[in-house]
């Protein structure tokens, strides 16, 4: 079964100020991991997969098999980053997910 | 490109009834899943469309069933509708279905059940 863990369900944070947002995931497979997002009034849409290893809007995630997580990190958050955030683990080769409960980001101007 | 779209955006139905919703994919995506959003939790698979075949399917029950049509929409169909089924149901849209594509997802239909 596939499993993804988002401990924290709203974090604040102060604009500059350095964001994480933890994923720890749980599958016995080869994982495919991603990180989702939907600002307000928005459609779900994909901010990033491992794969890719790119940085998107500043955010960077580096997949750790030994710790099974997927953490999500920006060094200094905008204002703009405030959404709600899912980590998401697919098998690879099938697109078929698993989301987490998602986090709720608000950065404070 | 529209991306993918879906029909309607707020429904309300009584317990017993029953409901189709519709979604039609983004342009050029041949695969059509279909996920459940309770408030507060985040999507949960329900099942997957290719080739007008489901494909795969997440522990739903049987009342929830599909259809995937020749021009590659889908709809989802949910019998004898209980106040758990109220939820956010998404549609996402892919190419292929052996993973390596993106799903791109509607807006999501809003259905409450009383």
């Known amino acids: 079964a596939q499993r993804v863990t988002q401990p924290e369900k709203l974090l604040s944070v102060f604009k500059g100020a350095p964001v994480e947002l933890k994923c720890n995931y749980s599958?016995?497979?080869?994982?495919?991991l991603f990180w989702y997002v939907q600002y307000s009034r928005q459609r779900l849409q994909l901010l990033l997969r491992h794969i890719s290893r790119e940085s998107i809007k500043g955010f960077t995630a580096d997949l750790n098999k030994g710790e099974t997580s997927f953490h999500l990190k920006k060094p200094f958050a905008q204002e703009e980053d405030s959404a709600m955030y899912y980590c998401a683990l697919g098998a690879y080769g099938n697109n078929r997910l698993a989301f987490g409960k998602g986090n709720q980001v608000v950065v404070i101007p | 490109d529209a991306g993918v779209t879906q029909s309607p955006t707020h429904l309300i139905k009584t317990r017993g009834q029953q409901v189709t919703l519709r979604c039609s994919p983004k342009s050029g995506h041949d695969t059509v899943s279909w996920y459940q959003q309770a408030l507060g939790q985040g999507p949960q698979f329900i099942f997957q469309?290719?080739?007008?075949?489901?494909?795969q399917r997440g522990n739903f029950p049987d009342r929830f069933s599909g259809h995937q049509f020749p021009n590659y929409s889908s709809e989802l169909n949910v019998n004898a509708l209980l106040l758990g089924d109220s939820a956010l149901y998404l549609c996402?849209?892919?190419?292929?279905?052996?993973?390596?594509?993106?799903?791109?997802f509607g807006n999501g239909t809003r259905l409450t059940v009383t």
């Open positions: 599958y016995s497979g080869s994982p495919e």
């Open positions: 996402a849209s892919s190419l292929g279905n052996a993973g390596g594509s993106p799903l791109h």
């Open positions: 469309y290719y080739e007008e075949e489901e494909r």
